[in-house]
């Protein structure tokens, strides 16, 4: 059984590995291809569960609800990417982030009827009205960057869900790490778990987003 100073021990390791994530993904080089960047595996309840039911403070539970929101927005950026002129490579990153963060929701919002608390569905569609910006978590896009990825297509979509996505993910790790540093947080076993993949899993990324950002062509210039 895993003690209490075990856990303590791996959540202080796990807030070190993401106060250095940044600095991580600001290393990748110009040029380097996309698939040179170890690519994270989708992430499934069956990978991150026991048989038993994960207990939980209010900060879990709240973590888990905002998470729920946070992912669905991904989800909806990633989706468009079939149809708006997305690169190859681009399309295959996007079909990785909705596939991991639906089956990471779907493990949430079970965990959250575990636990007998509300939970939220994962629709970002109001996340495009504008005014709900009050709402929104760290890293995640108003209204009217949602509208200017929407209207873009081709390169110029490559480029802005790049950007836009490096930032969404760099929100997570932010959560993330509000919740380890919580008392008493994130300490069940099962829980910790998950919000470490889901941390690794977002770490790399990043980083590989980096390197496809690298990779894109000049742009244009204005006339």
């Known amino acids: 059984m895993?003690?209490?100073?075990?856990?303590?021990?791996?959540?202080?390791?796990?807030v070190a590995a993401i106060t250095g994530c940044a600095s991580s993904s600001r290393t990748a080089r110009a040029g380097v291809e996309p698939a040179s960047t170890p690519q994270p595996a989708p992430v499934s309840p069956a990978s991150t569960t026991t048989l038993a039911t994960p207990s939980h403070t209010a900060?879990?539970?709240?973590?888990m609800a905002g998470m729920i929101a946070h992912h669905a927005q991904a989800v909806l950026m990633a989706g468009w990417a079939p149809t708006h002129g997305?690169?190859?490579?681009?399309?295959?990153?996007?079909e990785r982030?909705?596939?991991?963060?639906?089956?990471?929701?779907?493990?949430?919002?079970r965990w959250l009827g575990e636990w007998n608390e509300p939970v939220p569905?994962?629709?970002?569609?109001?996340?495009m009205m504008p005014g709900m910006e009050h709402m929104l978590m760290p890293g995640m896009l108003t209204a009217d960057q949602l509208v200017q990825l929407n209207r873009?297509?081709?390169?110029?979509?490559?480029?802005?869900?790049?950007?836009?996505?490096i930032r969404h993910h760099q929100g997570a790790l932010t959560m993330i790490k509000q919740l380890i540093e919580t008392t008493g947080a994130a300490r069940d076993d099962n829980v910790f778990k998950f919000v470490s993949d889901m941390n690794a899993d977002q770490t790399i990324e990043i980083e590989r987003m980096t390197g496809m950002v690298a990779a894109l062509p000049p742009q244009a210039s204005a006339p």
């Open 2 to 14: 895993t003690t209490t100073r075990g856990r303590l021990s791996r959540a202080g390791l796990l």
């Open 59 to 63: 900060a879990d539970a709240e973590f």
């Open 152 to 165: 873009a297509s081709g390169p110029e979509f490559d480029r802005l869900f790049l950007t836009f996505m």
């Open 97 to 109: 982030i909705v596939v991991g963060q639906r089956d990471e929701i779907a493990l949430m919002q």
């Open 121 to 127: 569905k994962a629709d970002a569609s109001h996340d």
């Open 86 to 94: 997305a690169s190859p490579a681009m399309k295959a990153l996007c």
